[in-house]
Structures are given as structure tokens and as C-alpha cells.
């Protein structure tokens, strides 16, 4: 079983372009990882200081990678085993799918090198484009490769995307564990502002009685809402996982004037201010195009930053051939 808990750090991450054609195939590895050598040559020294600088700007624009929380399998398994490559089999199978869908699911069968069979799933946030779910499923794989190294189960959420994998199914089954909840100021809602969560909570439970759906979407006044669940959940799973969701977001957050509820196959999450509002493919790609722009003056001003770099180090220089030369 995979046990969950909150980081009280913010995971990096990272924003592309918009791609305009399907990508190839990648594989992927749990082991994957970036490292950064140390080197006395200061060009180098510059440029890690102006990637930090871009992650950091980056990072506070990307809604869909900001973590939410994780856990890992106690069990592990054997660097190099064969379970490993089958967890790096799935793992990719994941990150294809998602090019093309907002949710998947896989179970890779046991060869004749390996006895495990390992499942998985993954699912976005029901308004994302398949190019911001295929983003943001790469982004939370890479980070069970560092959060769950040689974990024979993981799962981790992020605000744009879910990704669980593990050794023991857990397709297709009713999980209403609470993994995690947040909740805004106890008292900031005033009893009109109360009405209109409790409207919107409202409609999230009962979506709109003649569609089912997984991902919900709803408003009254400047009261947003939004509740989904993983789409291998039957509709009256789903159903019943959301209303007891609901039903703990508003005992436990009261009148707070924002709430989040995660359980183990869904959630529900309320705001005064509209933070959940984004609900259509306009939307994202509205987002998508504004996310361009900003990102664009970014490395404008990172340009001029480097040049600045570049300009003080040829001073710097100068001097100091100047001080040699007396």
C-alpha cells in the first residue's frame, strides 16, 4: 500500500512552448536525473545562476505543476531488477497516452524475466488541452522518479494532473481515504458568501442530473468550484466518492473562504475569488497563450541579464589586467 504525505517544499518545474505536432515516442527512467558539475570556469557559473533565476520565474507560472502531495510504497524493489524496467515500461506508456488523452490506465503483464505485474493510471484536470495534460503528466512522473527512487508503488498529485502506479490493483477500486486537505482563514465568509458555496458545493455533488461526468465545474457570485475523480471509477463510485468529499470539505473548512479536499480517487475544491473557474478549452488556451507571452518577456529580460553578466566580467577583467600591469 502506498502511504501519503505532504512535502513542505515547492517542487521546481518547467514550462515548453506549444508543440505543434504529436511527439515521438519517449522512454522513460526512474533514474533520470540532472546534475550540475562544479566548475572554476565563470561563464558556467553564470549560466546555472540564470537557469536558477528562469526556474524560479517559471515555476511561479505554472498552475498545473504545482504540488499538491505524494506518497511511496515502503516496499522497494532492486535497482536494475526487471521489476524496475516494467515500472519504466508503464511509466512511459503514461507519459505517451497522455499526448493524446486526459486519462489512461495500464497494466503491464509479467515476462518471462519478471513475476510482477505493476498497474498505473493517470489523470488531468478535466479543461486541459492534451498538450498541457501530456506537460503536466511528464512533470509529475519525473518527480516519482526522485520522490519514490526504487518505491515498488507511488503516487503524486499535482494541480494539473494525477499519477499513481503499484504493484497491487487498484483499478477500478473505491478508495475514500482523505490524503490531504487545506483550508483557508476559519472565519472570512460572510452568510451570503456561505449561501453560495454551499450552491456551488451543491451542484459539484449532483454535476447537472442528466450527464455523468468525472470532472465538475461550478459558480454563484464570485464563488468558484471545481471536483473530479479518476476515470476508472464507475459512475455511482464517482458519485459516491465526490458527495463524501464534499460532505468533509464543508465539516472541515466551515467558513473559510477556500478549501481543498483530496481523496484517494477524487476531490473537491471551492474558492471565494473564482481560483477554480477555469473550465473551458478557451480558457486553457487563452492560459497557453498568455503563459507564451509572459514567458517571452522572461527571456528577454534574462538576455539582458546575461549581457549585464558578460559586460561586468570583461570590466572585471580589464581591471584586473590593469592592477597586473603596475
Not at 486537505?181 to 450552491?199: F, V
Request: hydrophobic share 35%; proline share 2%.
Amino acid at each position: 500500500m502506498i502511504e501519503f504525505f505532504l512535502l513542505l517544499f515547492v517542487s521546481q518545474s518547467y514550462i515548453a512552448g506549444k508543440r505543434k505536432e504529436s511527439p515521438p515516442l519517449r522512454k522513460f527512467s526512474l533514474k533520470q536525473s540532472i546534475h550540475l558539475h562544479r566548475s572554476t570556469n565563470m561563464a558556467h557559473q553564470h549560466h546555472v545562476v540564470l537557469l536558477a533565476v528562469m526556474m524560479i520565474m517559471l515555476s511561479a507560472m505554472a498552475d498545473t505543476d504545482s504540488f499538491i502531495f505524494g506518497g511511496c510504497s515502503q516496499v522497494k524493489f532492486m535497482p536494475g531488477s526487471p521489476y524496475e524496467n516494467t515500472v519504466n515500461s508503464l511509466l512511459t506508456s503514461l507519459i505517451n497516452s497522455a499526448t493524446f488523452t486526459n486519462y489512461n490506465n495500464f497494466t503491464i503483464q509479467p515476462t518471462p524475466s519478471s513475476s510482477a505485474t505493476v498497474y498505473g493510471l493517470y489523470q488531468c484536470r478535466g479543461d486541459l488541452s492534451n498538450d498541457r495534460c501530456s506537460r503536466c503528466v511528464e512533470r509529475a512522473v519525473s518527480q516519482l522518479g526522485t520522490l519514490c527512487l526504487d518505491a515498488c508503488g507511488g503516487a503524486l498529485q499535482l494541480d494539473g494532473c494525477f499519477v499513481k502506479y503499484d504493484n497491487v490493483s487498484f483499478l477500478g477500486v473505491e478508495d475514500k481515504t482523505a490524503v490531504m486537505k487545506k483550508c483557508g482563514p476559519s472565519i472570512g465568509l460572510t452568510s451570503d458568501a456561505m449561501t453560495r458555496r454551499d450552491e456551488v458545493l451543491a451542484y459539484l455533488e449532483t454535476s447537472d442530473g442528466s450527464t455523468y461526468k468525472t470532472y465538475r465545474t461550478s459558480g454563484s457570485g464570485n464563488v468558484r468550484g471545481v471536483a473530479q475523480c479518476t476515470g476508472d471509477l464507475s459512475p455511482t463510485e464517482c458519485q459516491d466518492c465526490l458527495s463524501d468529499a464534499i460532505q468533509r470539505l464543508k465539516m472541515e473548512c466551515g467558513a473559510s473562504t477556500w478549501g481543498d479536499m483530496y481523496l484517494a480517487k477524487c476531490y473537491a475544491r471551492y474558492s471565494e475569488g473564482g481560483r477554480y473557474s477555469r473550465n473551458s478549452n478557451d480558457d486553457s488556451n487563452h492560459n497557453d497563450d498568455e503563459i507564451e507571452k509572459t514567458l517571452a518577456i522572461l527571456i528577454g529580460l534574462i538576455a539582458g541579464v546575461a549581457l549585464i553578466i558578460v559586460f561586468l566580467s570583461f570590466l572585471s577583467k580589464v581591471c584586473e589586467k590593469h592592477k597586473g600591469g603596475k
